[in-house]
């Protein structure tokens, strides 16, 4: 059974970082692509960050680039989202999510996530 | 000001059809590129509910059937029943912006 389970959330002041980790299991971990979204109170879902299987390629949305770092630990099984420079906009429901297959690309959906985990930036 | 625009809600009878729309551009949808559709019940993670415009999941009921044509998608759901209320997201991939979602759909069932 696929199980993705999400923690390092938390409260921290704008211009803090916080380590978001996401523990997989069920699956061969080095095989699958992953993502980050968030997902705002009362509001959408919305792409943060992907990884390939093999950690090779990353990708970021715009809002996010240069100040959160994603990679995975593929002797864990872990994936991570090192978030700097926060904005009081990063706070948010931070889901991991498993790709379908090794590349994140175009065709990249989600066939499991995690349960999310919170993070809020406020003084 | 979601890149993929959606309707904020819908509603429907139980045991209606209701459809969820998905509008894009050229650079995401009317690209090419696949539409992906998920459900997120209150309180909880999404759930894939379609991949690749309109294949269903192992476990998803018929009742729920995608398609796209152009620069937009559509999200189907016929039989309603009371616990298809949620919101509903589509999802797709654009040559600027990679991973793009859609605002979110809620339906409420009457």
């Known amino acids: ?123 | 000001q979601s890149v993929l625009t959606q309707p904020p809600s819908v509603s429907g009878a139980p045991g209606q059809r209701v459809t969820i729309s998905c509008t894009g551009s050229s650079s995401n949808i009317g690209a090419g590129y696949d539409v992906h559709w998920y459900q997120q019940l209150p309180g909880t993670a999404p759930k894939l509910l379609i991949y690749g415009n309109s294949n269903r999941p192992s476990g998803v009921p018929d009742r729920f059937s995608g398609s796209k044509s152009g620069t937009s998608a559509s999200l189907a759901i016929t039989g309603l029943q009371a616990e298809d209320e949620a919101d509903y997201y589509c999802q797709s991939y654009d040559s600027n912006l990679r991973g793009v979602f859609g605002g979110g759909t809620k339906l409420t069932v009457l």
Do not use: H
């Not at chain 1, 938390?10 to 970082?17: A, C, I, K, L, N």
């Not at chain 1, 960050?49 to 770092?69: E, H, L, M, N, Q």
């Not at chain 1, 706070?91 to 994140?104: L, M, N, P, T």
């Open chain 1, 1 to 123: 059974e696929v199980q993705l389970v999400e923690s390092g959330g938390g409260m921290v002041q704008p211009g803090g970082s916080l380590r978001l980790s996401c523990a997989a299991s069920g699956f061969t971990f080095s095989n699958y692509a992953m993502s980050w979204v968030r997902q705002a109170p009362g509001k959408g879902l919305e792409w943060v960050s992907g990884i390939s299987g093999s950690g090779d390629s990353t990708y970021y949305a715009d809002p996010v680039k240069g100040r959160f770092t994603i990679s995975g630990d593929n002797s864990k099984n872990t994936l991570y989202l090192q978030m700097d420079s926060l904005r009081a906009e990063d706070s948010a429901v931070y889901y991991c999510a498993k790709d379908f297959r090794g590349i994140y690309g175009s065709k990249s959906y989600y066939e499991y996530w995690g349960q999310g985990t919170l993070v809020t930036v406020s003084s």
